[in-house]
């Protein structure tokens, strides 16, 4: 057993802290996902892990309420003595200057981890997200057809943080006063020395943070060479990026002899009788799959968004939703509760609109709202969990995974199988009794194909 991990980080939503667990199993690491920061003591517990996680919530996050949550989070991880510290963010780098800021998390990272230069890692090409000269392009998983971040047809058009500008320089650069510089793509061509002097020319001009690039797998075992050295140097480095890191780093490990256990075998799961699946989010993907998924003969139960943000009318719409759910698990069925199809769906609009009534600005209705939406279909799943067992729960949307999980408070998860690219299987680890069996998959909008909630439902053995 190794005296510390060697890796630690904490993901900005739930969904992006599954997709970092599941690049460091399946390259062989055990690793464990706590939803709070877990002390000595509770590695100890566990025992064992080359790596852990914090899912956390912070991309729904005003800049004001990351302040008072994150110091203590980033506090807690420095005292682990790790080598690198990962502030996990979604390979679209969904964020703005007031909700999810990744400039203001850096400027929070700054006085505890140092003021050397904070590495940022666009380029994740295992998902189809792709950084050039600072410019990120994503794959949209409607068309197949790869995007630059500010025309993608799903993060262009993002209800809550949408992207107008593909510079990552600029683009986080609006949320800080803190420099960024970049390490191109094209410093990729030269030797392993040429790299590392380019770096240090980079470094020796003390920017803030600098973007590293990736177009190719062979560029992020690159990158990871250099965040190692990195973090030898410091002792503990503190990184920002998308799971890009995670396969960064393993690839390096690998090469370099670093990483000698065994890859285990995550890529056969069985088939259930049904699962209870939960959508938030309003992505035109997501629309696809949920209609694939009631196209297979999972129950169609639309949520009036509305009514659950209503301070007089969710308590009965919660429990109308608890007892047809119920009804419909206990014959067998497979459930697709849904808060949206698509960003067209009127019921986003009328959530917004009743709670603009209410005096909230347009922003603190989209922010505010789906957070409340969010804890309170967390409470209807728990009323669902405790009244019947079920084997398997499906959680679509980033804010809307993080609330539903962190009302379900489980102690950890852990990969239980693959079941789509940055969004697996995950089993459990909970000593509440309702809990103690279950599976659970997050995902982001953007992650799966069509069938992934077909899929989950059917395994692949």
Known sequence: MRESPRLAFYGDDFTGSTDALEVLAFAGLRCALFLNAPTPETIQEFTGFDAIGIAGDSRGMSPSEMDETLPSIFKSLSDLKVPIVHYKVCSTFDSSPSIGSIGRVMEIARPIFGAAFIPIVAGTPALARYCLFGNLFARSGTDGVTYRIDKHPIMSVHPVTPIDESDLTQFIGRQTSLTIDKFAVTNFARNRAGMDEQLETLRS???????????????????????????????????????????????????????????????????????????????????????????????????????????????????????????????????????????QDPRIEAMISSLMSLGKSRE????????????????????????????????????????????????????????????????????????????????????????????ALRGNT
């Open 205 to 343: 001009a003390q920017p803030d943070a600098v973007l590293f690039d990736g177009l190719t797998d062979e560029h992020m075992t690159e990158v990871g060479r250099l965040l190692d050295a990195h973090a030898r140097r410091l002792g503990t480095a503190f990184v920002v990026g998308s799971s890009g890191v995670e396969y960064a780093l393993t690839q390096w490990w690998r090469e370099s002899s670093r990483n000698t256990l065994p890859t285990p075998k995550y890529e056969s799961f069985a088939g259930v009788d049904c699962v209870l699946a939960i959508s938030g989010s309003a992505s035109s993907l997501s629309a696809l799959q949920i209609d694939e998924a009631i196209a297979a003969g999972f129950v169609d139960m639309p949520i009036d968004a509305c009514a659950l943000v209503d301070e007089f009318r969710w308590e009965s719409t919660a429990a109308k939703l608890v007892s047809d759910a119920l009804e419909q698990l206990q014959q067998g069925r497979s459930l697709m509760l849904h808060t949206a199809r698509g960003s």
């Open 364 to 455: 603190d209705a989209k922010h505010g709202g789906g957070r409340l939406l969010g804890m309170r279909l967390g409470l209807i799943v728990k009323a669902i969990l405790l009244a019947t067992p079920v084997r398997r729960l499906l959680l679509s949307g980033g804010d809307t995974s993080s609330q539903i999980t962190r009302v379900l408070a489980p102690e950890a998860l852990e990969i239980e199988a693959r079941l789509a690219p940055g969004a697996p299987l995950c089993r459990v680890i909970s000593k509440q009794a309702h809990l103690s069996t279950l599976q659970i998959a997050l995902k982001g909008g953007q992650m799966g194909d069509k069938s992934y909630f077909v899929k």
